[in-house]
């Protein structure tokens, strides 16, 4: 009898530890196998008065509640009905399983990769009412070589530097001062000063990816090249010189976090909030309302990138930011669009930025967008009036092959892990092998 | 007898066919794609031999994460089973609270993996984690836990050994309370000391709990990810993946899904090669009683 309590409580222990160990290969999967029978649901549906559209999100918490909301709204004024795929940090794996079994949600975002990654399975929407609300700023994001758009686009993503302004009021920092990445080391050297830490960021992919054209693509720059990382021939020896060069000084200098290798996302919002940290490079300003929402008596404000110097580039990175496509296949054409109209009116759209924080890109919600993000631009380009500020697609989005984000984010790691001479040469050739190789793999089709 | 044996084999055919949808198609597909160059989700796949298994032998972060996988594998089982076999001759003696003893121990198990790696994390966490804090009290310096892949392989390790460690501890509780008391009682009367009791009697005859303890654990160990994804996320500099992480990211983040399969198939054949020799090492030493 004990042996067959030990047995079975064996076998209870097996199946517990293969739940546990599930990889996320798995965990994936799930999801695609609710959202294919959720579609077939929908398609069955949609023959039905009002029908049902999938709509998988990148929006999570707060963000996806108020998406709810808006949707519940959609379904109320349409009849149509709409089912959410939640796919959260696991949104970019999941759709590209989709992607591999040609199986898409009708509805979904791109976060930032609407030509390069997902065009081949998106509608051109170029006839849709709302194509001629969309902002001039955003619309060379969105549209290929031919001008066709395959998103709706409700809001921008700027990227540039951020700065806790309490700090650097404190450190006696006058950042509209700072054009050059020594303006910015000086400036560093006089938060450490007063005893704060003058860059916040972790040593993740927005370092190594996000700063970049400011040192070896934009016009004036130290390296200016541009042509050479887009035809495929780039050899990175710059990218040695100027940004690695810099960022070893900063680490020398002691102007990054003790826990610079591992700090997350949540880390670094606290300290910034705190006021603990001086600048976030290359960030956006929903970040600042992740901040607020800590501390909402911080105060913040929105710089360009720097150029690498006297006479260079300072620019400001304009990405997509929430943008819906409709898949190319789906059964649910009509309401995918209806879906699309609704999310294109202002106070729809402003409804969904006002909690992302990021800033319109349809003239109409523009005119009553009174968001953070949007405050933070307004006082950015008051402040900056007098300067000429260059606005460029994110840098590794246009200037590198899909699949570079988290090579960038594993060589910056290794960097501020060790940035002998030696280990300098092995992560860029860790990165020349990369860029070869996706570049290869993009251009191979 | 041959119409009992085609019934018993009848009897497995379910077990097969699910087995072989869910292991075989995915194992088949896995050898597949891996003899591709492919991105994970593009239309088009180039054919390119054994390529991707050439480069996982160039590759240096494919043999530290080998390096990794082997202490998420042997590291677990060993801490886990010491503890778990320390605390299941414990907890087999009778003293009261003995069952709320076993059930808090049991409990960390009923979490899953990756909640318990974000708890450890602020444990564990440079600035302001509790056991920093601790360390302050008595005015010792802060220490950065996860500094190297090998610290955080190491903190990575342990926290997935105590939150498994209640499994091996119900093992070996299970199979101490299958050995009849009159083997111990004989060894007693012949004059053998506890120490020489457990070695001489009841380690032997554990030894079907510990195959299935020891086998558990290195499957268990090898395949690490949940912990891992919210302790560490692999860092720093990737240091402390697994294979199982290593091949995630591989797949889905740098988009080269010919690759990750192909390390999938190198990790498929070394936990093979690892365990079927431990289990039949183990096996030779069971003790029939």
Redesign the interface.
């Known amino acids: 009898m004990?042996?067959v309590?030990?047995l079975i409580?064996?076998a209870l222990?097996?199946l517990?530890?293969a739940a546990?160990?599930?990889?996320?290969?798995n965990e994936?999967k799930a999801p695609e196998t609710q959202g294919t029978e959720k579609e077939n649901e929908s398609k069955e549906e949609g023959k039905t008065e009002g029908g049902s559209i999938e709509v998988a999100v990148t929006y999570t918490g707060d963000q996806l509640e108020v998406f709810k909301g808006l949707t519940e709204k959609f379904t109320k004024e349409t009849g149509i009905e709409v089912v959410i795929d939640e796919y959260g940090s696991d949104y970019?794996?999941t759709?590209?399983?989709r992607?591999?079994s040609?199986n898409l949600p009708d509805v979904f975002q791109t976060h930032g990769w609407s030509i390069l990654?997902y065009k081949?399975y998106l509608m051109p929407l170029n006839d849709q009412p709302w194509y001629s609300d969309l902002d001039e700023s955003g619309l060379g994001v969105i549209a290929d070589a031919d001008g066709t758009i395959y998103v709706l686009m409700i809001s921008e993503l700027v990227n540039a530097t951020l700065v806790n302004t309490d700090v650097t009021d404190a450190a006696g920092v006058d950042i509209y001062a700072i054009h050059t990445w020594e303006d910015l080391y000086a400036a560093c050297e006089k938060v450490k000063a007063i005893g704060k830490t003058p860059i916040g960021s972790n040593?993740g992919s927005g370092i190594f990816a996000n700063i970049a054209g400011g040192f070896v693509t934009y016009p004036g720059e130290a390296a200016v090249d541009e042509k050479a990382q887009l035809d495929g021939t780039w050899d990175w020896q710059s990218y040695k010189t100027t940004l690695m060069d810099w960022v070893a000084r900063t680490i020398d200098a002691g102007f990054w976090?003790?826990?610079v290798?591992?700090?997350?996302n949540d880390?670094m919002t606290q300290?910034f909030a705190d006021g603990e940290a001086a600048f976030m490079l290359g960030n956006d300003p929903g970040f600042c309302i992740s901040c607020l929402t800590l501390n909402p008596d911080a105060n913040f404000a929105l710089i360009p990138n720097f150029a690498s110097k006297e006479g260079g580039t300072e620019e400001v990175n304009i990405g997509e930011g929430d943008t819906f496509g409709i898949w190319k296949d789906t059964k649910n054409v009509d309401q995918a669009k209806a879906f699309l109209n609704f999310m294109a009116q202002a106070e729809n759209a402003k409804t969904m930025n006002d909690s992302t924080g990021k800033i319109a890109s349809l003239k109409s919600a523009m005119a009553i967008d009174e968001g953070y993000g949007l405050k933070m631009l307004k006082v950015f380009q008051e402040k900056c009036a007098d300067r000429d500020i260059f606005y460029d697609n994110l840098w590794d989005r246009k200037y590198m092959p899909?699949?570079m984000?988290?090579?960038f984010g594993?060589a910056c790691?290794?960097f501020?892990?060790d940035h002998s001479a030696a280990n300098t040469d092995a992560v860029l050739a860790y990165l020349k092998e990369?860029y070869d190789?996706?570049y290869e793999?993009?251009h191979?089709? | 007898m041959k119409k009992k044996r085609r019934q018993y084999l009848m009897l497995t055919i379910p077990a097969i066919l699910l087995l072989a949808l869910f292991l075989g198609v995915p194992l088949v597909n896995g050898i597949r794609v891996s003899l591709y160059k492919w991105n994970g989700y593009s239309q088009n796949m180039r054919f390119i031999g054994i390529e991707n298994f050439v480069k996982a032998f160039q590759d240096k972060l494919f043999f530290k994460t080998l390096g990794n996988t082997m202490i998420y594998g042997f590291g677990s089982t060993l801490f886990q089973n010491i503890l778990g076999l320390s605390t299941a001759l414990l907890l087999n003696q009778k003293f009261k609270g003995r069952n709320a003893v076993r059930a808090i121990l049991y409990m960390p198990i009923m979490i899953s993996g990756f909640i318990m790696g974000q708890i450890l994390y602020f444990f564990v966490q440079m600035d302001g984690g509790v056991f920093n804090e601790m360390l302050g009290w008595f005015g010792i310096a802060p220490v950065y836990w996860t500094e190297t892949g090998l610290k955080a392989t190491i903190v990575c390790m342990i926290a997935n050994s105590w939150q498994y460690m209640g499994i091996c501890m119900i093992l070996y509780l299970a199979g101490l309370q299958g050995i009849p008391d009159m083997y111990r009682e004989a060894a007693r009367l012949d004059g053998a000391g506890p120490m020489q009791v457990f070695r001489h009697v009841t380690l032997p005859l554990l030894i079907p709990s510990i195959i299935s303890a020891v086998v558990l654990n290195l499957i268990g160990g090898f395949k690490m990810y949940d912990v891992i994804v919210a302790l560490t996320g692999g860092g720093p500099s990737r240091g402390s993946l697994s294979l199982s992480y290593y091949i995630q990211l591989l797949y889905f983040q740098d988009e080269k899904a010919g690759y990750a399969s192909a390390v999938g198939v190198i990790m498929f054949f070394v936990i093979l090669v690892i365990t079927i020799p431990i289990n039949e090492f183990l096996k030779r030493r069971e003790v029939e009683y």
């Open positions: 004990k042996k309590l030990a409580l064996a222990m097996i517990s530890l546990c160990g599930g990889n996320g290969g994936s970019e794996a759709m590209k399983s992607m591999a040609n990654r081949e040593s976090a003790e826990d290798l591992t700090r997350n880390d300290k899909s699949g984000w988290g090579i594993n790691n290794d501020f892990q990369n190789d996706l793999e993009a191979s089709k």
